[in-house]
DNA sequence: TATCACGCATCATCTAATGTTACATGACAC
DNA sequence: GTGTCATGTAACATTAGATGATGCGTGATA
């Protein structure tokens, strides 16, 4: 598929469609080719590539919406609130990434076929 | 204090300090009084109030910086992500609720001189 | 050689949070 | 009572990060 084709899917654009696939074209899990018949394609064993794996090609990112603030070290507030949740922060984190691994490509192309079979379904009755 | 005082503390403004303030003020942690000597008062027992009251009093935002997109019902991919994930979310921020029920007050007030003592043994060597 | 599609830098827009201003209200001191 | 101080709140301004858009270069195909 071309980023345009993606853009029009996911309602949004192409370039940001580029800006996000670049990570995952690093990382080997997709592969673009340029010019007439060019576009985006898998190149993955969906088996193997877990949620976890495109987490981490993405960069990342923080998954928690609060987090340790270490802008004031010298805040004697802020760090008896760091001391006292750094810990349940990691956890959170640790849980979520490790749930994030357990959902392989191949499991959510599954789900996705489950879906639509139900919605054809519906559809045609 | 008054919010002058705590903004300056925290390096923001008064209208801020009140603003957050209020939701604390609604849940009956802290008690605040017009006019001249007005300000902010401590009104609960540090050893009964969490900071998952406090995370209560300040409206439950929540804690995940990523989330399921109910936006589009009617896309399957994310249907699929969301059937996949939804579980693991929750189960991610109901960790974080619990670490956050296990730290009074009264704890952090005791972290907190604790490294203010360190503090102060560091400042006169 | 014309067309198509990605790569990428640059700029524009949008949005949520934060900061600011203004004014009303209540409390205390004199 | 009147001046001062502090909260309560609405309305507006600013900021920062994400997202969107534009332009141009490069490579591939017909």
Redesign the pocket.
Known sequence: ??????AKCM?????????T??GL?EAGFVS?????????EIACDLQKVTLRDIYDALGS?SLLAIGINLENPECLVEKAVNRSLTGAFADAEALLVKRLAGVTLAALAEEFRATARRHRTRMSR
Chains 1, 2 share one sequence.
């Not at 598929?1 to 993606?6: F, G, K, P, Q």
């Not at 010019?35 to 985006?40: A, E, N, R, S």
């Open positions: 598929m071309t980023s345009a084709e993606l309602d949004t654009n192409p370039v940001v469609v580029r800006r696939m670049a074209r673009s080719e340029k010019g007439h018949g060019g576009g985006w990112p």
